[in-house]
T-cell receptor, first 114, second 114 residues
Framework: AQSVTQLDSQVPVFEEAPVELRCNYS??????LFWYVQYPNQGLQLLLK??????LVESINGFEAEFNKSQTSFHLRKPSVHISDTAEYFC????????????FGKGTMLLVSP | DTEVTQTPKHLVMGMTNKKSLKCEQHMGHRAMYWYKQKAKKPPELMFVYSYEKLSINESVPSRFSPECPNSSLLNLHLHALQPEDSALYLCASSQDLALAYEQYFGPGTRLTVT
């Protein structure tokens, strides 16, 4: 079975500072990887995904994540955060063969302050 | 149209009430999902429907009763709930079960059981 670890439950940063949210996964087979964002009192939105190809994936709002197979990681980064990026971020994994739904990490709350 | 809609947005019900949550998608997706999300926690899968048939029940208590009347609609019938059932209930859909990793989420229904 696969699992996801998000070690940081909360990450406080100042506006315009860079940020990295860490995600490590465990699986005996190949996986797909995802980052979802949940703004306060809202549902989950897919931020970005890695299915295959380039290991660096980017979102339209400046976030990027890099799939590192040797370190089994998929860390999320942004060079300069905004107040509006304050949200809960969930890393998720799915097996890339057969039927497999999403396994979520526990989430990281990104708190951006002025 | 890549939208999953859920109604109502908020619901307050007593422990003896019967209520229903509704989820709708018009993307032609044939797999639909119900999740329960407690505060500061990741979503927990409850039910999965594939081609209008229940495929997965994650040992959910019988006071939760799902229904998929057609390929676009998913209901969750609630009866005799407990206060600990208060949570955000999320609906999601994917093209089919083989693509269960690529889910689109609705905004959720915030349920409070009094």
């Amino acid at each position: 079975a696969q699992s996801v670890t998000q070690l940081d439950s909360q990450v406080p940063v100042f506006e315009e500072a860079p940020v990295e949210l860490r995600c490590n996964y465990s699986s005996s087979v190949s996986v797909y990887l995802f980052w979802y964002v949940q703004y306060p009192n809202q549902g989950l939105q897919l931020l970005l995904k890695y299915l295959s190809g380039s290991t660096l994936v980017e979102s339209i709002n400046g976030f990027e994540a890099e799939f590192n197979k040797s370190q089994t990681s998929f860390h999320l980064r942004k060079p300069s955060v905004h107040i509006s990026d304050t949200a809960e971020y969930f890393c998720a994994v799915s097996l890339n063969s057969g039927y497999s739904t999403l396994t979520f990490g526990k989430g990281t709350m990104l708190l951006v302050s002025p | 149209d890549t939208e999953v809609t859920q109604t109502p947005k908020h619901l307050v019900m007593g422990m003896t009430n019967k209520k229903s949550l509704k989820c709708e998608q018009h993307m032609g997706h044939r797999a639909m999902y119900w999740y329960k999300q407690k505060a500061k926690k990741p979503p927990e899968l409850m039910f999965v429907y594939s081609y209008e048939k229940l495929s997965i029940n994650e040992s959910v208590p019988s006071r939760f009763s799902p229904e998929c009347p057609n390929s676009s609609l998913l209901n969750l019938h609630l009866h005799a709930l407990q206060p600990e059932d208060s949570a955000l209930y999320l609906c999601a859909s994917s093209q089919d079960l083989a693509l269960a990793y690529e889910q689109y989420f609705g905004p959720g229904t915030r349920l409070t059981v009094t």
